[in-house]
């Protein structure tokens, strides 16, 4: 359907301030906080997970009463909310004990082999093997399971601000460059790939060295700055991926427990452009976990809902800035693009940035490449920018004061590694 375009602009500005609520986000934890009459209303506006959700349920008001509200229904039906149901899947799935104490155990066999301190390689290694291993299991999946060893083993201690900022801030570039060595695991890879001719053959040789090289300097500086805290066990390192503290645990999952979760997780990933088959294997596998409850924790059902609630809150206010995107995106040379691409990633979902670019006609490889490259280097920028950060903050959000993650501490915080990342991709 055509959308008039006094809608557009609605949307638009509603998009701008779901932009300025989400900074605004420790103010109204802050208020919500104080216990006052209205404490449950500033709790709700302090989810960040809400706010597109919020703002895109105020447009949908707006379109029934200016247009009607057949046209406000078909404009829902005609938006494609497989990400947002995906990524719902693949939180709960990834982020069950099974999966956890699988790739718990691959972390602590690999900084085995690393030769330095034992904390110290295991920071090392959660931060570059389980985000580069997004481009297979799909960078969503790769946040969840980076987020819970990151919270599990060295978030827990109250304090230590800088130190989580600085580590979450690598964590969330790391995942959004981490996943393009294929062309189905990142997001705005996977919007584009089709339309531009790029396979996994053509990502791995033009973004993955460059992406692989990032990674492993943006995870080694912050492993060096902190290496002494580390060490020393002045950063929480008493559970969660370490030999002297594995998860706690009643009992003791059976391999075969672990095998059948691993095939789900594997069928989710590769039924990911099928809503219907992935979200059947979603209920298939809450069934099994009914069942053997023995062996599991609970399920993030509700932390997933809510990631897939902003995404799709996302997708409802985002389709609707094509109007002004796509000729801004279409007139810019391939090295302004670049940049011009890192900074609306900070405002915008770098998947719906990439997406736009595609529909603009006549553009050359190197036009193309600056596009994604410049969306995927920016992703960590903000909670927006990439679609698994929502589901990083959903899982480390409570290691922080006031229950919030700030968005001007992780700006700064993700904008050294990004621009480490945005030098690989530019050389």
């Known amino acids: 359907m055509t959308v008039p375009f006094y809608i557009q602009v609605t949307a638009t500005v509603l998009f701008a301030i779901a932009i300025l609520h989400t900074f605004s986000v420790p103010v109204f934890a802050r208020l919500a906080h104080k216990n006052g009459p209205h404490a449950g209303f500033w709790h709700f506006l302090s989810e ?17 009463f200016t247009t009607s509200v057949p046209e406000m229904v078909a404009y829902v039906e005609g938006r494609n909310f497989t990400e947002p149901l995906f990524v719902f899947a693949i939180m709960v799935v990834a982020a069950s004990r099974p999966i956890i104490e699988l790739v718990s155990m691959l972390v602590r066999i690999v900084a085995r082999i690393i030769p330095v301190h034992r904390q110290i390689a295991t920071f090392f290694v959660v931060l570059t093997l389980v985000p580069l291993s997004g481009s297979l299991i799909t960078e969503p999946a790769a946040m969840t399971l980076a987020a819970l060893l990151l919270r599990d083993g060295y978030f827990k201690r109250a304090g230590n601000q800088f130190f989580k900022y600085i580590a979450l801030g690598v964590l969330f570039v790391n995942v959004s460059i981490g996943g393009v060595l294929s062309a189905y695991a990142a997001p705005p890879v996977l919007m584009v790939a089709q339309t531009f001719g790029w396979d996994s053959a053509f990502m791995a040789t033009h973004f993955g060295w460059r992406a692989v090289a990032a990674v492993l300097i943006n995870a080694l500086l912050v492993t060096l700055i902190f290496r002494k805290a580390l060490a020393s066990g002045t950063i929480d390192t008493h559970r969660g991926v370490t030999d002297a ?22 069928g989710v990933v590769l039924s990911a452009h099928h809503p219907a088959i992935f979200l059947g294997l979603l209920l298939l596998f809450i069934g099994f976990c009914e069942s053997y409850k023995r062996y599991q924790s609970p399920l993030m059902i509700k932390e997933g809902l809510m990631v897939g609630f902003f995404l799709a809150g996302l997708v409802l206010l985002g389709a609707l800035q094509k109007w002004w995107l796509q000729d801004l995106l279409g ?26 670019g595609s529909l603009v006609d006549g553009t050359s490889e190197a036009w193309r490449y600056m596009l994604v490259a410049g969306a995927v280097t920016g992703g960590g920028l903000t909670v927006i920018a990439n679609a698994p950060n929502p589901a990083g903050f959903s899982i480390l959000k409570g290691s922080f004061k006031d229950a919030t993650i700030s968005p001007g501490p992780l700006f700064l915080s993700a904008l050294t590694p990004t621009l480490i990342a945005a030098f690989f991709f530019l050389i």
């Open 245 to 266: 503290g594995e998860p706690e645990r009643v009992l003791r999952v059976p391999a075969l427990v672990i095998a059948i979760h691993l095939a789900f997780l594997i």
């Open 48 to 64: 960040v997970e809400a706010v597109f959700g919020i703002w895109a349920f105020v447009l949908l008001v707006v379109m029934s």
């Open 331 to 356: 007139s810019l040379s391939p090295i302004v693009l670049f940049w011009g691409a890192v900074g609306l990633t900070a405002l915008t979902d770098n998947a719906a940035l990439t997406f736009l």
